[in-house]
């Protein structure tokens, strides 16, 4: 179905119409391993304490040039002609600020991050990207170093809703653990257009140990085996894509109803096809045993990724047993019992130590929908999964994490009424709905080898929707 505001808001007859009616004027983002265009400004305010050096370290690991960043100090401002004050400025346009604010620990200290967002935002590149690095704030000394660094997913928030043309802005909270290397993959990720529509988002990266840093960063899955359920379409078959792009083994997994899309699927990207009914009492036991028969006793599972989800919307008072808990069974249920069986370090083909699992959530499951309370459980279950997850498997070094996507065009999206549809892909600071790459790149940056640091984590893909942000 053609979708009207594209339409009005690309022509440019009729873009000039649109910027009167106030319509969102999406633009194309930048996507894919693409660094940004222009230098990448750091910025590492000291405050009152000493700076982790991990943000300057994973910079280096990356090979990442940077520049010094600019800093707004009206003490410092020249005038024009006609004596008003002038901010500094960059002499070309910047592809990026990455702001270490590790150290402050003070409110009076916020003023530095002020300081170098000013100028920096003035020159800010097309999908520009605004990184800002603080200390998790439950690891502080003191409850004004805990309000300082909080403070920083407020400043980070409202910049993401400020800053235009496609650019970005999250933040990454850091502990006196985190080295460099485990924190390049995320800086990598967030740099580079496989974050495009990851804005407004706040995480942790604690732990100190990176896993495996991979030889080629363009392929970090050569050789190893990575499961996807729900792979015949849509988002399911985004995900294998992108794995495939980057070397994976592939073992995609879905209904035997989608058999021949399944097929087609594996076909197109090298990997094998599993169709398996996921709420069997087996499946995790199925799912293992053909990686063994495809890949050999000895093989294991680098990364499963639960994709696999279905809706069965209706207003609770109108939701009978039977559509409530075929979702919950779906989506969360068979998620548990596929776990359980591939964490037996007893079985045969299942997931290696140092292993990944990635759960999909949705902004639903943050937020609630109306008319999706069993879709919504059944989402929130998975945060609530991962989280508990992430802390109980660090000994063996496999993480747990989920993505949550927001509104992603699929074909089920374009099933949506026209009126609903477009409040959901334009009710966000991108003025956009994403794409199933999206949410593959930022399930492939949790998966990768090297993002050991990353654990009990939910991104929102959502372009920092409006919507239970």
Excluded at 4 to 17: C, D, E, Q, S
Excluded at 408 to 428: K, L, Q, S, V, Y
Aim: glycine letters at 12%; charged letters at 20%.
């Amino acid at each position: 179905m053609t979708k009207v505001l594209n339409v009005l808001t690309g022509n440019p007859v009729t873009k000039a119409m649109g910027k009167q009616l106030g319509l969102p004027q999406p633009v194309e983002l930048r996507r894919g391993r693409t660094l940004p265009t222009g230098d990448v400004a750091l910025a590492v305010l000291d405050g009152s304490g000493t700076a982790s050096a991990a943000t300057r370290e994973a910079l280096k690991e990356l090979k990442v040039a940077t520049a010094t960043a600019v800093r707004d100090d009206p003490a410092a401002r020249t005038t024009d002609d006609e004596g008003r004050a002038v901010p500094p400025a960059y002499e070309a346009r910047i592809g990026a600020i990455v702001v270490d604010a590790t150290a402050l620990a003070a409110v009076t200290e916020l003023e530095g991050v002020r300081a170098v967002l000013r100028p920096a935002l003035k020159a800010m590149s097309a999908s520009g990207r605004v990184i800002v690095v603080g200390t998790a704030p439950e690891l502080t000394a003191t409850p004004e170093a805990a309000a300082t660094q909080q403070a920083l997913e407020g400043i980070m928030r409202s910049v993401g809703k400020e800053l235009r043309k496609g650019a970005t802005a999250n933040l990454v909270w850091v502990s006196g653990e985190t080295t460099g290397s485990g924190l390049a993959s995320t800086i990598s990720f967030l740099l580079d257009g496989r974050s495009a529509y990851v804005s407004g988002q706040p995480w942790r990266v604690l732990g100190a140990e990176p896993g495996q840093v991979p030889t080629d960063r363009a392929r970090p899955y050569a050789g190893s085996i990575v499961v996807v359920t729900g792979a015949a379409r849509g988002i399911g078959a985004g995900i294998a894509e992108v794995f495939a792009r980057d070397g994976a083994q592939l073992v995609v997994v879905d209904m035997p109803a989608s058999g021949e899309a399944l097929t087609q699927v594996a076909n197109r990207f090298g990997g094998t096809a599993l169709q398996l009914d996921i709420t069997s009492p087996d499946a995790g036991q199925k799912i293992a045993a053909h990686v063994v028969a495809r890949h050999g006793k000895d093989a294991r599972i680098h990364a499963i990724v639960h994709n696999a989800g279905i809706t069965r919307d209706k207003l609770l008072v109108n939701t009978d047993e039977d559509r409530w808990g075929s979702v919950i069974d779906v989506n969360l249920a068979a998620e548990l019992r596929i776990n359980e069986v591939l964490l037996d370090q007893e079985v045969d083909g299942g997931l290696a130590q140092g292993g990944r699992i990635i759960g999909v959530a949705s902004t639903s499951g943050v937020a609630g929908n109306r008319g999706q309370s069993n879709y919504a459980a059944s989402k929130a279950g998975v945060i609530g999964l991962v989280r508990a997850q992430a802390p109980l498997l660090a000994d063996r070094g496999i993480t747990a994490n989920a993505v949550a996507p927001g509104f992603i065009e699929t074909e089920m999206t374009d099933r949506i009424p026209f009126a609903t549809r477009e409040f959901g892909r334009r009710f966000n600071s991108l003025s956009q709905g994403g794409k199933p790459v999206d949410v593959a790149e930022t399930i492939a940056y949790l998966a990768a080898p090297d993002s050991g640091a990353v654990t009990g984590q939910v991104i929102r893909v959502c372009g920092q929707s409006q919507i239970g942000a």
